[in-house]
């Protein structure tokens, strides 16, 4: 079964840190582009950061660069995402995806997992 499960959001203070994790089951973090995306309420869905499956290059937004890091532990097929210097404009619920492209001969389909998401309040 094919499962993605975030954990360690809660509440911090401004200028604080969290560390995100991403734990996947039933298929390989390392096969997959593993993106964070977060969603602050009344506002769509933004990337964070995402590590491609070769090469593990990563990629940031503009607004954590400098910040946050995306890491990927494949002994442990999780994800993470260090957070540091939060600010309050970071509060959002934060969530793992993880995709594939699988080629099969002329043809190719797309996996494309979600997890549950894990709020992060960045607050004093």
Not at 20 to 43: D, E, H, I
Not at 46 to 61: D, H, M, P, Q
Not at 82 to 91: G, I
Not at 95 to 118: D, H, K, L, R
Request: net charge positive.
């Amino acid at each position: 079964q094919v499962q993605l499960v975030e954990s360690g959001g809660g509440l911090v203070q401004p200028g604080g840190s969290l560390r995100l994790s991403c734990a996947a089951s039933g298929f390989t973090v390392s096969n997959y582009a593993m993106t964070w995306y977060r969603q602050a309420p009344g506002k769509e869905r933004e990337l964070v950061a995402g590590i491609t499956s070769a090469g593990g290059r990563t990629n940031y937004a503009d607004s954590v660069k400098g910040r946050f890091t995306i890491s990927r532990d494949n002994a442990k097929n999780t994800v993470y995402l260090q957070m540091n210097s939060l600010k309050p404009e970071d509060t959002a619920m934060y969530y793992c995806n993880a995709v594939s492209t699988v080629v099969a001969g002329v043809s190719s389909y797309e996996n494309n997992y979600w997890g549950q998401g894990t709020q992060v309040t960045v607050s004093s």
